[in-house]
């Protein structure tokens, strides 16, 4: 028997002075058996970093032909991919070629997936790549809760996270493009 997908309430509190976004918002998402703590917790950062009416979760790891998030058009286009995680040079071309803009948040340890594809890439016109530390990551989604609540306020680049158990600061680095 099929594992189950694990569904997450979510209630985000977004205050955006980067983009002049404040919303309070509430989503339910499901978190597919293989994905881990930390890739979730990317997702709803990314969510959070992106925001828009139109913007929804992906099947992602499901189905390889849709990313994480994106943003669509009434028509179908794809106005914004968003992925998360280290995907190659191959995948992040592929997304370029069908989306108008597409983003990456990368996480883990970076060093090896940098060396290996930000030079392959460094020539898409619409890509941008964040990378959050891991260590900050690790510790804000350590024991996520099923029920989720989040303040999320992001200011200058840096995100701040509040929730029960108090404040976490995740910078972001961008490596290629910006918001």
């Not at 499901?30 to 990314?46: D, N, Q, V, Y």
């Not at 828009?52 to 990313?67: I, W």
Request: aromatic residues 8%.
């Amino acid at each position: 028997m099929a594992l189950q997908a694990t569904p997450y309430k979510v209630e985000l509190n977004l205050t955006d002075l980067d983009r002049g976004v404040y919303e309070n918002l509430r989503f339910t998402v499901a978190r597919h058996p293989s994905e881990t703590e930390e890739r979730l917790g990317i997702r709803l950062i990314a969510y959070a970093l992106w925001y828009s009416e139109q913007l929804a979760f992906g099947r992602g790891l499901s189905d390889v032909d849709e990313p994480a998030l994106w943003e669509k058009s009434l028509d179908g286009r794809v106005l914004h991919w968003i992925e998360v995680g280290q995907p190659d040079a191959e995948r992040l071309t592929w997304c370029s070629r069908r989306a108008e803009r597409v983003s990456l948040v990368a996480y883990g340890n970076l060093r090896v997936w940098q060396s290996k594809v930000l030079d392959a890439v460094k020539g898409l016109k619409n890509l941008s790549i964040a990378a959050i530390e891991s260590d900050s990551l690790a510790e804000l989604v350590k024991d996520l809760p099923r029920s989720i609540q989040w303040g999320v306020m992001i200011s200058d680049g840096t995100l701040f996270i509040t929730d029960e158990r108090g404040q976490f600061e995740v910078p972001l680095q961008w490596l290629l493009g910006e918001r």
